[in-house]
Structure formats: C-alpha cells, structure tokens
C-alpha cells in the first residue's frame, strides 16, 4: 500500500503560479495528477513515469509542468498561468504499471490517491 501526501495549495490570483507537491510512502513506476471542481467530475491533469514520459490534459497543456525526484519519491506540478477555472482540489495520484493517454486520463485506472490539496485562482 502506498501513502500519498500533497501540499502547496493555496490561494492565487489569474495569471500567477503555483507549485503542488506530491510524496509517496514508496516508490511507485507511475505518479500523476487529477483535479476535481465543485459539481464536477474528476478531470485528468498530467502523468509521467520514471523515464519521464509525460502526457498532459489538454485543458493544461502548455501551462502546467510536472517533473519527479525519484530519490525521494517526490512529484511536483508546476502551475503558470493560472485562470479561475483551474480552481478546484488537487488530488496526487499512483500506480506501479503504464499505458496509454487513454487509460490514463480515467480516474478509475489508478491504484494510489492521496488526500487532496485545494487550489483558487481569484480573477
């Protein structure tokens, strides 16, 4: 079973930047990220693996950066550019296989989450 712990939300204003970290009890092969606004769905973000293969949602893409620090089980996302509709709660997510963009945007693909971090851009 692996643990996952995020920090680094907060409150932002459009425009500006926020980085979100990520921590896992053990070493896992892939580690991502979802989000989830008010009334909504949970809406794939961004994943990457160990080789630092990486895919984005497309809602974020070019805005949003995610790397890892493998030696101490660390994800980060950085967050540019943020809008109003980028607020929502920021859930870490973990699971020891990898696949396609398709399967891995589904929540539901995903063995590990952690508890969630909140994140409001003010406009």
């Known amino acids: 079973q692996v643990q996952l712990v995020e920090s680094g939300g907060g409150l932002v204003q459009a425009g500006g930047s926020l980085r979100l970290s990520c921590t896992a009890s053990g070493r896992t092969f892939t580690m991502g990220w979802f989000r989830q606004a008010p009334g909504k769905g949970r809406e794939f973000v961004a994943v990457?693996?160990?080789?630092?293969?990486?895919y984005y949602g497309d809602s974020v893409e070019g805005r949003f950066f995610i790397s890892r620090d493998n030696a101490k089980n660390t994800m980060y996302l950085q967050m540019t550019n943020l809008k109003p509709e980028d607020t929502a709660v920021y859930y870490c997510?973990?699971?020891?296989?990898?696949?396609?963009?398709?399967?891995?945007?589904?929540?539901?693909?995903?063995?590990?989450w952690g508890q969630g971090t909140q994140v409001t851009v003010s406009s």
């Open positions: 997510t973990a699971d020891p296989g990898w696949t396609n963009i398709q399967g891995m945007s589904v929540p539901q693909w995903y063995d590990y």
């Open positions: 990457s693996n160990w080789n630092d293969d990486t």
